[in-house]
């Protein structure tokens, strides 16, 4: 067993990524339900969300069934960070996480995100204010550093793990890398291994598939994984991870009923949560990732993009069905997006 502070989960758990415009509660559920055995929500503005401003209070929506789950917030200041993590202490999830490692320019420009990978000592402020300000067990994930120059993660791990967090994920890259390369876990094994540390190390980077993961948990000997990209249109990833892991055997691919009927719940729990309009211009951006390996889909995902109406889009999910009902979709490592600046999710 894998304890964050009183949080107790299974050997070797799997966690969902924080993704935003990703890991919302539908997202969130259909992952739950396919085996991940920790959330997260997107990442939440702390300045944002002391303003009060309705999109990051929507984002602080979490459901009794996704426990344990976990709301991350970012910010550069301590006095933002501190406040908005009693608010999400109020909120009650099972634990709050720092984000201390997304690239994007506009976040690393407010002194926020990775962007306090490059002053340490700063970094160990904006923990220490969350951990004093909350009752939650507070958990950080960040990247192995800035550059290539300044790769500082073991120092990062030891001082943010003397400040209090109760566990620690780790992205295998540095900020300048955005999403490019490949993720190196080498330095995730070094501060696993390191005697001093005694949180657990989470890893994260790139894992499409059970034989990576478990490969990755073997050479790094990490307490867990992390999975961010490879769920998005193919949740099963993480049961298939989990029974490989188990018992070095490969679980069948979903069916495409499967895929079909895991589409439409989450569309289902889409529209319940965002409403008919949102909840439907939400699920756009997935249907193309659930159909993923179908040959000639174009038309059938011009039709599911375009249509408004929920029953209209499930009666050309069910169409689908029909149509593709002898063609075995191909079992392949799941191809990974490189996000750069903007992601386009
Ligand atoms: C669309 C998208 C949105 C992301 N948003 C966040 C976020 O809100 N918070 C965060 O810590 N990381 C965020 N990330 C980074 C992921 O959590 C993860 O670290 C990264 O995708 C690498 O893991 P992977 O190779 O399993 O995808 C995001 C990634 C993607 C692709």
Same mark, same amino acid.
């Given at each position: 067993m894998v304890k964050i502070a009183n949080i107790e989960l299974p050997d070797f758990p799997l966690l969902l990524a924080p993704m935003e415009d990703v890991t919302d509660p539908p997202f969130r559920a259909v992952c739950k339900e396919n085996g991940a055995d920790l959330l997260y929500t997107e990442f939440i503005s702390s300045a944002g969300l002391i303003r009060d401003a309705i999109k990051c209070k929507r984002k602080l929506d979490i459901f009794d069934?996704?426990?344990p789950v976990g709301i991350q917030i970012f910010g550069g200041d301590e006095e933002s960070l501190s406040l908005a993590s009693r608010i999400v202490d109020i909120t009650n999830p099972d634990l709050l996480d720092i984000n201390? %490692?997304?690239?994007?320019k506009g976040v690393v420009a407010q002194g926020a995100g990775s962007g306090v990978l490059r002053d340490i000592d700063l970094m160990v402020r904006l923990t220490a204010a969350c951990v004093k300000s909350t009752s939650l067990p507070v958990t950080v994930k960040t990247r192995l550093g800035w550059d290539e120059d300044s790769m500082n993660i073991e120092e990062v791990a030891e001082r943010l793990q003397d400040v209090g967090i109760a566990a620690l994920s780790i992205h295998g890259r540095t900020r300048m890398q955005m999403y490019k390369g490949e993720a190196d876990w080498t330095l995730i094994g070094k501060v696993k291994n390191n005697p001093r540390i005694k949180i657990p190390i989470f890893g994260n980077g790139d894992i499409n598939t059970p034989q990576k993961a478990l490969e990755y948990k073997n050479r790094y000997g990490v307490d867990g994984i992390m999975i961010g990209r $490879? $769920?998005? %249109?193919?949740?099963?990833i993480f049961r298939e991870v989990a029974h490989y892991v188990k018992t070095g055997e490969t679980l069948a691919p979903p069916t495409l009923a499967e895929r079909v009927a895991v589409c439409k719940y989450h569309l289902q729990k889409s529209v319940a949560w965002k409403g008919p309009k949102a909840g439907i211009y939400d699920m756009r951006k997935h249907y193309f990732q659930y159909l993923k390996g179908l040959p000639n889909i174009k038309t059938y995902r011009s039709r599911l993009v375009l249509s408004t109406d929920p029953a209209e889009i499930e009666g050309v999910l069910d169409e689908i069905l029909l149509a593709y009902a002898d063609y075995e979709i191909p079992h392949a490592p799941i191809e990974l997006v490189n996000y750069h600046e903007n992601c386009p999710m």
């Open positions: 069934q996704e426990r201390f %490692g997304c690239p994007v $490879a $769920a998005i %249109g193919y949740p099963w």
